[in-house]
């Protein structure tokens, strides 16, 4: 296809050079016109396939194991302390009770956290050796490798809380990222929510305490469902995540799709008194949590 476009756009070149040239037939003054729009198409359609493209071969960045080995030292220090710091309150306003899911728990750090708060936490993941990583770190605690989109395994179990902490940021597809929310709502109680915390887009287009995105200013250009890149400051592995960013509307419809009602939005700032030297975090949320409801009760 850019071959074509190419082509096209030659030819557009020529026929208007002849017309300013002073052969100017009815058919060059068409042509004149309609080779530039021709050419556009065949840009626009080229476009098209290597953005989606690029989205089918996104893969798991943490299906590594040097990346799990980095990240099973983190826990919650700068930009990660706001994505945490008001979760046991969100908590205890919206879960029913104490049986909770950990949708992507990765290395542990999120289920190690319900397990502070007095939850009893179950935590899932792709990922076999961030699973691994968990387990080394928490021997009692209870994790579960799952397929990749599919959640049959968990099928007959109920939670009062469902929490995924960044999961939805690499998840590529709208239709993949419903079909897990539909899944996730069928295990909630009647009186149970889902916990989806994730990064705002202006994470990626700005610096901050605990993650660089400077090397990559395509990011602001970047669209739901685009790739991009960051640098997380925090661990030793200091290759750059790739991620799914999500407009916060088009998040909203994907829960319209799965039947959640979105009861509560928060977006987590600075106060500037923690002992943290800020970057952007005062002024601009890196995070945003949806706390969600199935729309209709279980059957």
Not at 260 to 281: C, D, I, K, Y
Request: with cysteine.
């Amino acid at each position: 296809m850019a071959l074509s476009a190419g082509a096209f756009w030659f030819v557009s070149i020529m026929y208007i050079w002849r017309l300013f040239d002073g052969e100017r037939t009815g058919a060059t003054l068409i042509g004149a016109f309609l080779f530039p729009v021709a050419a556009a198409l065949a840009t626009l359609a080229a476009w098209s396939i290597r953005r989606e493209a690029k989205r089918s071969v996104f893969a798991n960045v943490y299906e590594d194991a040097q990346r799990a080995a980095s990240y099973s030292t983190l826990e919650f220090p700068g930009t990660y302390l706001l994505a945490y710091r008001d979760l046991p309150g969100i908590f205890a306003e919206h879960a029913g009770g104490k049986r909770a899911l950990d949708f992507g728990c990765g290395t542990g750090r999120s289920t190690r956290f319900l397990k502070r708060h007095g939850f009893d936490p179950v935590g899932v993941d792709i990922s076999s050796e961030m699973v691994a990583k968990a387990r080394e770190a928490d021997a009692k605690g209870v994790y579960r490798v799952v397929q990749d989109g599919d959640l049959s395994a968990l099928s007959g179990s109920s939670y009062d809380l469902v929490l995924s902490a960044f999961t939805f940021d690499n998840i590529a597809t709208a239709p993949k990222k419903v079909l897990l929310l539909t899944q996730l709502r069928d295990l909630l109680t009647d009186e149970g929510c889902i916990v989806n915390l994730v990064s705002s887009p202006e994470i990626y287009v700005n610096e901050w305490a605990s993650f660089s995105t400077r090397d990559y200013p395509e990011n602001r250009d970047a669209g739901t469902g685009d790739t991009v890149r960051i640098v997380m400051l925090d661990v030793p592995d200091r290759r750059p995540v790739e991620d799914i960013v999500w407009m916060h509307e088009d998040y909203v419809k994907l829960y319209e799709q799965a039947e959640l009602e979105v009861v509560a939005t928060h977006r987590p700032l600075a106060t500037g008194e923690e002992p943290v030297e800020w970057v952007n975090e005062t002024e601009i949320a890196p995070w945003v949590v949806y706390v969600l409801k199935r729309k209709s009760p279980r059957t």
